[in-house]
């Protein structure tokens, strides 16, 4: 069983930056990757960014060279800087892992980005 627990979502202006963190816990297998979601409201879940094991990394065009993800193997956790934010960046942001072909998902961040 994996739990994982984000931190870091909020308020900020247009232009400023959020820091969003997620520890994972439980039974975690090398291999991984882990990395975020989000949601907007009346909106599908898309991919933000993921980063595997080895550190290789993958973003969404529309965060590219504004976010970056980063992960400590050995604390078992995973974090977005999310920089120069855009109204359209609003959504709960969700960490998830995928090992042994099965996802796992936090509960989510509120991140709100004001104009």
């Known amino acids: 069983q994996v739990q994982l627990v984000e931190s870091g979502g909020g308020l900020v202006q247009a232009g400023g930056s959020l820091r969003l963190s997620c520890a994972a816990s439980g039974s975690i297998f090398s291999g991984n990757v882990m990395g975020w979601y989000r949601q907007a409201p009346g909106k599908q879940r898309e991919l933000v960014a993921r980063?595997?094991?080895?550190?290789?990394?993958t973003y969404a065009e529309s965060v590219t060279g504004r976010f970056i993800a980063s992960r400590d193997n050995a604390k078992k956790t995973v974090s977005l800087q999310m920089n120069s934010l855009k109204p359209e960046d609003k959504g709960v942001y969700y960490c998830?892992?995928?090992?042994?072909?099965?996802?796992?998902w936090g509960q989510g961040t509120q991140v709100t980005v004001s104009s």
């Open positions: 980063i595997n094991s080895a550190g290789i990394k």
């Open positions: 998830y892992i995928r090992q042994l072909y099965a996802d796992n």
